[in-house]
């Protein structure tokens, strides 16, 4: 098995065994890294000059697929060595998002753009098409994002756990909305703060779910009925005065899949624009054992307050090991063996690992 690190793709794993490879989508291609004698190494490169948004693996074809920042959507049937564009029908190629689910026992793909659409293809990317309805939903006209061009966009794409007819789509800035009929029609889901970078669900108890995003962390247990704010509580007011230990802007969560309450967050103390003016990100990673009710900062080899924005995180369990992959906007590559206890820095000097624009706030490295 091979891992993908990246920012808006594939983040949980459950493995037979250990897996020594990840895929790392970067602002300049695909970074594939190897464990060998218990040290990680850059093993090879590919799709330089494609920033990567997204990364994602299908088991059935063995294929790979890359969404690519205002490039379009690449396959490749060998692994990741070499790749074919395979985007015919996205007529939006800004792609910031990908997912693949199983729909009655075949495989589907879905990718999301700027400005917000969501297209899916049964065909292993020959053909996509547009689920356009996704856009009839009454707060469509209150889409944005802060950055130029300042159009939203399809940040992340999630399922119901056991059910891939209901979708998810994560609206940034926009909103959480859900289809029930296989995109055939949406709903918003109110509650939490418009501002949603992805929807994670606990896979033991489907109705609780949380959010990530500017607004902070939010958390449901009846399904979207009602939220809470598990990052500034009831009084936004006090998020720059009294930052948590998720931080004021957390991104990345990913959970144990066999302890969904076991979870992971990485978050800045503050949005982007701060991260420009003060270049430095303030970022850390957090983990909380009871589903979010406390969180503790990890350090054991990781810098509390990190100046790098960590833009993607995977967790991978596997019998005996729970691996955490976590990678930064200075080309980093963060790595936990024990569930989050102990940390490395496993690989430095690769390119930037970003949303967007995110790394020019922060990075040094040459690209």
């Known amino acids: 098995m091979v891992l993908a690190l990246s920012h808006s793709g594939e983040?949980?794993?459950?493995?037979?065994?250990?897996?020594?490879?990840?895929?790392?989508?970067?602002?300049?291609?695909?970074?594939?890294?190897?464990?060998?004698?218990?040290?990680?190494?850059?093993?090879?490169?590919?799709?330089?000059?494609?920033?990567?948004?997204?990364?994602?693996?299908?088991?059935?074809?063995?294929?790979?697929?890359?969404?690519?920042?205002?490039?379009?959507?690449?396959?490749?049937?060998?692994?990741?060595?070499?790749?074919?564009?395979?985007?015919?029908?996205?007529?939006?190629?800004d792609i910031w998002s990908m997912a693949s689910v199983l729909v009655d026992g075949k495989a589907r793909l879905f990718a999301g753009s700027e400005p917000a659409h969501l297209f899916f293809s049964d065909d292993l990317g020959e053909q996509?098409?547009?689920?356009?309805?996704?856009?009839?939903?009454?707060?469509?006209?209150?889409?944005?994002?802060?950055?130029?061009?300042?159009?939203?966009?399809?940040?992340?794409?999630?399922?119901?756990?056991?059910?891939?007819?209901?979708?998810?789509?994560?609206?940034?800035?926009?909103?959480?909305l859900k289809s029930s009929d296989d995109g055939k029609s949406w709903v918003d889901i109110p509650g939490m703060n418009a501002d949603v970078h992805r929807v994670v669900i606990n896979s033991d108890r489907p109705a609780r779910m949380y959010t990530t995003g500017g607004g902070g962390l939010w958390r449901t247990d009846d399904g979207g009925a009602n939220w809470d704010n598990l990052t500034y509580g009831s009084d936004q007011l006090e998020r720059v005065k009294n930052p948590t230990a998720i931080g004021g802007y957390p991104d990345q969560l990913v959970f144990r899949p066999s302890d969904p309450d076991y979870m992971l967050v990485s978050g800045a103390q503050q949005n982007p624009y701060h991260w420009y003016a003060e270049h430095t990100a303030l970022a850390r990673i957090s983990r909380s054992r009871d589903g979010g009710a406390t969180w503790e900062v990890l350090s054991n080899g990781l810098t509390d307050l990190m100046k790098y924005s960590v833009e993607a995180m995977c967790i991978e369990e596997s019998p005996g090991t729970v691996q955490v992959f976590a990678g930064t906007t200075n080309g980093e590559i963060l790595w936990s063996e024990d569930a989050g206890d102990h940390w490395e820095t496993i690989i430095e000097g690769i390119p930037p690992i970003s949303k967007g624009g995110?790394?020019?706030?922060?990075?040094?490295?040459a690209v």
Do not use: C
Not at 33 to 56: C, N
Not at 131 to 149: G, K, Q
Not at 358 to 365: C, D, M, N, P
């Open 11 to 93: 983040t949980i794993y459950s493995s037979e065994a250990r897996t020594d490879q990840v895929m790392i989508g970067t602002i300049q291609g695909v970074v594939s890294i190897k464990r060998h004698d218990d040290h990680w190494h850059v093993a090879d490169r590919t799709l330089e000059g494609k920033h990567i948004h997204a990364l994602v693996f299908e088991e059935q074809s063995k294929m790979w697929f890359a969404g690519v920042y205002k490039g379009g959507i690449f396959a490749s049937h060998d692994g990741g060595e070499t790749w074919e564009q395979k985007d015919n029908g996205i007529t939006e190629p």
């Open 128 to 176: 996509w098409s547009e689920l356009p309805t996704l856009r009839d939903v009454d707060t469509v006209e209150s889409w944005n994002f802060p950055a130029p061009p300042h159009i939203g966009h399809v940040k992340h794409i999630n399922f119901a756990p056991g059910d891939p007819h209901t979708i998810f789509a994560s609206i940034e800035q926009g909103g959480l």
């Open 358 to 365: 995110h790394y020019v706030s922060t990075a040094e490295q």
